[in-house]
Protein backbone atom coordinates (compact mmCIF):
# COMPACT_ATOMS: atom_id res chain seq x y z
CA UNK A 1 0.00 0.00 0.00
CA UNK A 2 1.26 3.50 -0.90
CA UNK A 3 1.75 5.05 2.47
CA UNK A 4 1.41 8.90 2.55
CA UNK A 5 3.99 11.66 3.76
CA UNK A 6 1.92 14.60 5.66
CA UNK A 7 3.74 17.64 7.36
CA UNK A 8 1.21 19.79 8.51
CA UNK A 9 -2.69 19.42 9.87
CA UNK A 10 -4.26 20.90 6.97
CA UNK A 11 -2.51 18.15 4.97
CA UNK A 12 -4.03 15.85 7.17
CA UNK A 13 -7.73 17.11 7.96
CA UNK A 14 -7.77 17.58 4.32
CA UNK A 15 -8.20 13.58 4.07
CA UNK A 16 -11.25 12.07 3.28
CA UNK A 17 -12.18 10.16 6.37
CA UNK A 18 -14.40 6.82 6.20
CA UNK A 19 -14.55 4.56 9.31
CA UNK A 20 -12.53 4.68 12.49
CA UNK A 21 -9.18 6.48 12.55
CA UNK A 22 -6.67 4.53 14.87
CA UNK A 23 -3.51 7.23 15.34
CA UNK A 24 -0.16 5.42 17.03
CA UNK A 25 2.10 8.29 18.68
CA UNK A 26 6.12 7.73 18.18
CA UNK A 27 9.35 9.61 18.70
CA UNK A 28 10.27 8.12 15.31
CA UNK A 29 13.41 5.40 14.68
CA UNK A 30 10.41 2.70 13.98
CA UNK A 31 11.49 -0.93 14.87
CA UNK A 32 9.39 -3.83 15.56
CA UNK A 33 7.79 -2.59 18.86
CA UNK A 34 5.76 0.17 16.63
CA UNK A 35 4.68 -2.12 13.81
CA UNK A 36 3.44 -4.26 16.05
CA UNK A 37 1.01 -0.99 17.95
CA UNK A 38 0.15 -0.36 13.81
CA UNK A 39 -0.95 -3.64 13.23
CA UNK A 40 -3.10 -3.62 16.34
CA UNK A 41 -4.21 -0.35 15.08
CA UNK A 42 -4.73 -1.39 11.58
CA UNK A 43 -6.96 -3.94 13.38
CA UNK A 44 -8.84 -2.04 15.21
CA UNK A 45 -9.78 0.39 12.40
CA UNK A 46 -10.43 -2.39 9.92
CA UNK A 47 -10.25 -1.93 6.01
CA UNK A 48 -12.52 0.67 5.56
CA UNK A 49 -10.76 2.60 8.47
CA UNK A 50 -7.41 4.87 8.64
CA UNK A 51 -4.70 3.95 10.75
CA UNK A 52 -2.21 7.75 11.10
CA UNK A 53 1.32 7.20 12.54
CA UNK A 54 2.50 10.61 14.10
CA UNK A 55 6.48 11.02 14.40
CA UNK A 56 7.61 14.05 16.37
CA UNK A 57 10.39 14.24 18.28
CA UNK A 58 9.15 16.14 21.15
CA UNK A 59 11.76 18.53 22.51
CA UNK A 60 9.34 19.23 25.99
CA UNK A 61 10.34 15.94 27.44
CA UNK A 62 13.28 15.69 27.07
CA UNK A 63 15.81 17.84 30.15
CA UNK A 64 18.85 19.33 30.39
CA UNK A 65 21.67 16.79 29.85
CA UNK A 66 19.20 14.24 27.98
CA UNK A 67 19.43 12.94 24.37
CA UNK A 68 17.27 15.08 22.15
CA UNK A 69 20.30 15.98 20.29
CA UNK A 70 21.77 12.30 19.64
CA UNK A 71 17.85 10.99 19.15
CA UNK A 72 17.88 9.02 16.41
CA UNK A 73 16.03 10.91 13.05
CA UNK A 74 15.42 8.09 10.30
CA UNK A 75 11.99 9.39 8.51
CA UNK A 76 12.84 7.53 5.28
CA UNK A 77 13.14 3.92 7.13
CA UNK A 78 9.89 4.98 9.30
CA UNK A 79 7.83 5.37 6.42
CA UNK A 80 8.89 2.18 4.71
CA UNK A 81 8.24 0.43 8.17
CA UNK A 82 4.77 2.07 8.86
CA UNK A 83 3.84 1.12 5.36
CA UNK A 84 4.48 -2.56 5.80
CA UNK A 85 2.80 -2.57 8.94
CA UNK A 86 -0.62 -1.32 7.62
CA UNK A 87 -0.47 2.77 8.28
CA UNK A 88 -2.27 4.80 5.82
CA UNK A 89 -0.66 7.77 6.56
CA UNK A 90 2.82 9.30 8.63
CA UNK A 91 1.92 12.68 10.49
CA UNK A 92 5.57 14.07 10.68
CA UNK A 93 5.20 17.96 11.42
CA UNK A 94 7.63 20.12 12.21
CA UNK A 95 8.73 21.89 15.60
CA UNK A 96 6.79 24.96 14.17
CA UNK A 97 3.74 23.16 13.20
CA UNK A 98 3.59 21.67 16.75
CA UNK A 99 4.27 24.69 18.43
CA UNK A 100 4.02 27.56 16.26
CA UNK A 101 4.50 30.46 19.20
CA UNK A 102 7.17 28.75 20.08
CA UNK A 103 7.13 26.97 23.81
CA UNK A 104 3.83 26.76 24.72
CA UNK A 105 3.04 28.89 27.92
CA UNK A 106 0.19 26.57 28.66
CA UNK A 107 0.84 23.26 29.17
CA UNK A 108 -1.01 19.69 30.54
CA UNK A 109 0.12 19.10 34.64
CA UNK A 110 0.61 15.60 35.06
CA UNK A 111 -0.35 15.64 38.89
CA UNK A 112 1.14 13.98 41.90
CA UNK A 113 1.46 10.80 39.63
CA UNK A 114 3.50 12.89 37.32
CA UNK A 115 6.13 13.34 40.09
CA UNK A 116 6.77 9.61 40.79
CA UNK A 117 9.16 6.83 39.13
CA UNK A 118 9.65 8.68 35.79
CA UNK A 119 8.68 11.71 37.11
CA UNK A 120 11.33 11.75 39.59
CA UNK A 121 13.91 11.17 37.85
CA UNK A 122 13.31 12.94 35.17
CA UNK A 123 11.20 15.94 36.22
CA UNK A 124 8.73 18.07 34.37
CA UNK A 125 9.37 14.84 31.43
CA UNK A 126 5.77 13.68 31.92
CA UNK A 127 4.34 17.68 31.56
CA UNK A 128 5.93 17.63 28.29
CA UNK A 129 5.21 14.43 26.99
CA UNK A 130 0.67 14.68 28.29
CA UNK A 131 1.34 18.48 26.70
CA UNK A 132 1.97 17.11 23.06
CA UNK A 133 -0.39 14.16 23.10
CA UNK A 134 -2.79 16.84 24.09
CA UNK A 135 -1.70 18.62 20.87
CA UNK A 136 -1.57 15.79 18.75
CA UNK A 137 -4.54 14.10 19.90
CA UNK A 138 -6.29 17.31 18.82
CA UNK A 139 -4.72 17.64 15.64
CA UNK A 140 -5.13 13.93 14.60
CA UNK A 141 -8.63 13.55 15.54
CA UNK A 142 -9.03 10.03 16.06
CA UNK A 143 -11.42 7.48 17.12
CA UNK A 144 -8.70 5.51 19.05
CA UNK A 145 -5.63 6.16 19.81
CA UNK A 146 -2.76 3.11 20.71
CA UNK A 147 0.27 3.43 23.24
CA UNK A 148 2.68 0.47 24.30
CA UNK A 149 2.68 -1.09 27.92
CA UNK A 150 6.82 -0.66 27.71
CA UNK A 151 6.06 2.72 28.73
CA UNK A 152 3.35 2.14 31.34
CA UNK A 153 3.78 5.32 33.41
CA UNK A 154 3.38 7.47 30.51
CA UNK A 155 -0.16 5.06 29.67
CA UNK A 156 -1.55 5.58 32.81
CA UNK A 157 -1.43 8.80 32.89
CA UNK A 158 -2.40 9.59 29.28
CA UNK A 159 -5.69 7.46 30.43
CA UNK A 160 -5.81 10.20 32.83
CA UNK A 161 -5.80 12.91 31.11
CA UNK A 162 -8.07 11.41 28.26
CA UNK A 163 -10.35 10.95 31.40
CA UNK A 164 -10.34 13.52 33.53
CA UNK A 165 -10.37 16.16 31.35
CA UNK A 166 -13.03 14.51 28.74
CA UNK A 167 -11.68 14.14 25.14
CA UNK A 168 -13.26 11.81 23.31
CA UNK A 169 -10.43 8.90 22.59
CA UNK A 170 -10.40 5.59 23.24
CA UNK A 171 -6.88 4.47 24.61
CA UNK A 172 -5.65 1.58 23.64
CA UNK A 173 -2.73 -0.12 25.76
CA UNK A 174 -0.63 -2.37 23.77
CA UNK A 175 2.05 -5.04 25.51
CA UNK A 176 5.40 -5.15 25.35
CA UNK A 177 7.46 -6.32 22.28
CA UNK A 178 10.68 -7.86 23.55
CA UNK A 179 13.89 -8.89 21.43
CA UNK A 180 14.31 -12.60 21.63
CA UNK A 181 16.84 -12.47 24.36
CA UNK A 182 14.07 -10.46 26.82
CA UNK A 183 15.14 -7.33 26.17
CA UNK A 184 12.14 -4.83 25.20
CA UNK A 185 12.56 -3.07 22.50
CA UNK A 186 13.25 0.83 22.30
CA UNK A 187 14.87 3.24 19.71
CA UNK A 188 17.96 3.22 22.73
CA UNK A 189 18.70 -0.45 22.00
CA UNK A 190 20.83 0.78 19.16
CA UNK A 191 22.96 3.00 21.63
CA UNK A 192 24.19 -0.17 23.69
CA UNK A 193 27.83 -1.62 22.47
CA UNK A 194 28.15 -5.41 23.09
CA UNK A 195 28.97 -5.87 26.67
CA UNK A 196 26.24 -2.90 27.92
CA UNK A 197 23.48 -4.81 26.10
CA UNK A 198 24.42 -7.70 28.00
CA UNK A 199 24.54 -6.23 31.23
CA UNK A 200 20.90 -4.69 29.96
CA UNK A 201 19.72 -7.80 29.80
CA UNK A 202 19.57 -7.79 33.60
CA UNK A 203 16.36 -5.85 33.69
CA UNK A 204 13.94 -7.99 32.35
CA UNK A 205 16.05 -10.78 34.29
CA UNK A 206 15.27 -8.72 37.58
CA UNK A 207 11.37 -8.40 35.82
CA UNK A 208 10.84 -11.68 34.87
CA UNK A 209 12.40 -13.12 38.40
CA UNK A 210 9.42 -11.45 39.93
CA UNK A 211 7.26 -12.73 37.84
CA UNK A 212 8.01 -16.26 38.16
CA UNK A 213 7.98 -16.01 42.17
CA UNK A 214 4.82 -14.97 41.54
CA UNK A 215 3.49 -17.40 39.27
CA UNK A 216 4.61 -20.25 42.06
CA UNK A 217 3.26 -19.05 44.83
CA UNK A 218 -0.17 -18.45 43.13
CA UNK A 219 0.30 -21.65 42.01
CA UNK A 220 0.81 -22.88 45.39
CA UNK A 221 -2.35 -20.97 46.91
CA UNK A 222 -4.42 -22.49 44.09
CA UNK A 223 -3.60 -25.43 44.79
CA UNK A 224 -4.27 -25.26 48.41
CA UNK A 225 -7.92 -23.25 47.72
CA UNK A 226 -8.80 -26.56 45.66
CA UNK A 227 -7.91 -29.68 48.36
CA UNK A 228 -9.53 -29.23 51.68
CA UNK A 229 -7.49 -28.93 54.43
CA UNK A 230 -6.76 -32.74 55.46
CA UNK A 231 -4.48 -35.37 55.06
CA UNK A 232 -5.03 -35.01 51.09
CA UNK A 233 -3.75 -31.35 50.92
CA UNK A 234 -0.59 -32.51 52.01
CA UNK A 235 -0.23 -34.99 49.14
CA UNK A 236 -1.43 -32.52 46.37
CA UNK A 237 1.11 -29.93 47.48
CA UNK A 238 3.83 -33.08 47.45
CA UNK A 239 2.41 -34.30 44.13
CA UNK A 240 3.90 -30.56 42.53
CA UNK A 241 6.78 -30.68 44.33
CA UNK A 242 6.29 -29.06 47.90
CA UNK A 243 8.05 -31.55 50.32
CA UNK A 244 5.47 -32.22 53.71
CA UNK A 245 6.86 -29.49 55.69
CA UNK A 246 5.69 -27.10 53.13
CA UNK A 247 2.32 -27.71 52.85
CA UNK A 248 1.63 -25.14 55.87
CA UNK A 249 3.25 -22.25 53.38
CA UNK A 250 -0.43 -22.40 52.36
CA UNK A 251 -1.62 -19.93 55.08
CA UNK A 252 0.77 -17.45 54.19
CA UNK A 253 0.13 -17.72 50.52
CA UNK A 254 -3.84 -17.59 51.35
CA UNK A 255 -3.04 -14.56 53.51
CA UNK A 256 -0.92 -12.95 51.54
CA UNK A 257 -1.99 -13.72 47.92
CA UNK A 258 1.24 -13.62 45.44
CA UNK A 259 3.15 -12.32 48.14
CA UNK A 260 4.53 -8.65 46.65
CA UNK A 261 7.06 -8.44 48.68
CA UNK A 262 8.46 -12.18 48.07
CA UNK A 263 8.10 -10.79 43.82
CA UNK A 264 10.25 -7.44 45.27
CA UNK A 265 12.56 -9.80 46.75
CA UNK A 266 13.31 -12.20 44.10
CA UNK A 267 13.52 -9.21 41.40
CA UNK A 268 16.13 -7.51 44.02
CA UNK A 269 18.39 -10.91 44.23
CA UNK A 270 18.38 -11.11 40.29
CA UNK A 271 19.79 -7.79 40.15
CA UNK A 272 22.39 -8.30 43.24
CA UNK A 273 23.83 -11.12 41.11
CA UNK A 274 24.86 -8.66 38.64
CA UNK A 275 26.30 -6.48 40.58
CA UNK A 276 29.85 -7.51 39.64
CA UNK A 277 28.83 -6.96 35.54
CA UNK A 278 31.06 -4.98 33.69
CA UNK A 279 29.78 -2.97 32.65
CA UNK A 280 27.80 -1.98 35.80
CA UNK A 281 24.08 -1.57 35.93
CA UNK A 282 23.14 1.61 37.52
CA UNK A 283 19.68 1.39 39.00
CA UNK A 284 17.43 4.05 39.23
CA UNK A 285 14.50 2.16 40.80
CA UNK A 286 12.74 -1.21 40.79
CA UNK A 287 9.01 -0.44 42.47
CA UNK A 288 5.79 -2.69 42.30
CA UNK A 289 3.22 -0.15 42.36
CA UNK A 290 -0.93 -0.06 41.29
CA UNK A 291 -1.42 1.07 37.64
CA UNK A 292 -4.11 3.50 38.90
CA UNK A 293 -1.44 6.26 40.79
CA UNK A 294 1.82 4.28 40.81
CA UNK A 295 2.23 4.09 44.17
CA UNK A 296 3.99 1.08 45.72
CA UNK A 297 1.58 -1.55 46.71
CA UNK A 298 1.06 -3.15 50.58
CA UNK A 299 1.50 -6.48 50.92
CA UNK A 300 -2.09 -7.76 51.40
CA UNK A 301 -2.48 -5.43 48.06
CA UNK A 302 -5.19 -7.49 45.45
CA UNK A 303 -5.71 -6.59 41.87
CA UNK A 304 -3.47 -5.25 38.92
CA UNK A 305 0.02 -4.19 39.78
CA UNK A 306 3.19 -3.37 37.47
CA UNK A 307 6.69 -4.41 38.57
CA UNK A 308 8.98 -1.45 37.09
CA UNK A 309 12.79 -0.50 36.40
CA UNK A 310 14.82 1.83 35.68
CA UNK A 311 18.37 1.39 35.29
CA UNK A 312 21.23 3.28 33.14
CA UNK A 313 23.86 1.29 31.07
CA UNK A 314 26.90 3.31 30.46
CA UNK A 315 25.09 6.83 29.03
CA UNK A 316 22.01 4.93 27.51
CA UNK A 317 18.84 4.91 29.98
CA UNK A 318 16.47 1.59 29.90
CA UNK A 319 12.99 1.24 31.29
CA UNK A 320 11.32 -1.78 31.44
CA UNK A 321 8.12 -3.62 33.43
CA UNK A 322 5.35 -6.46 33.56
CA UNK A 323 2.17 -6.40 34.71
CA UNK A 324 1.14 -8.65 37.30
CA UNK A 325 -2.17 -9.68 39.30
CA UNK A 326 -2.18 -10.16 43.26
CA UNK A 327 -5.08 -12.30 44.60
CA UNK A 328 -6.61 -14.02 41.60
CA UNK A 329 -6.34 -17.73 41.61
CA UNK A 330 -4.67 -19.31 38.73
CA UNK A 331 -3.99 -16.04 37.17
CA UNK A 332 -1.91 -16.71 33.46
CA UNK A 333 1.05 -14.55 33.87
Given at each position: ??????????????????????????????????????????????????????????????????????????????????????????????????????????????????????GATRPGHFDGMLT????????????????????????????????????????????????EDGLALSSRNRYL?????????????????????????????????????????????????????????????????????????????????????????????????????????????????????????????????????????????
Open positions: MTTALLSTADELHARVRHGRRAVVMTMGALHEGHATLIRAAREIAGPDGEVVVTVFVNPLQFGAGEDLDRYPRTLDADLQLAGRAGADAVFAPSVEEVYPGGEPQVRITAGPMGGRLEVVAKLLHLTRPDVALYGQKDAQQLALIRRMVRDLNFGVEIVGVPTVREAPEERATALTLSRALFAGRDRHAAQEALRARALEVPSTHARAEALSAIGESRAAADAHAVATAAPGGPAAVRAAARQALDEAARFDPPLDLDYLALVDPADFTEIADDFTGEAVLAIAARVGSTRLIDNIPLTFGSPGAAL
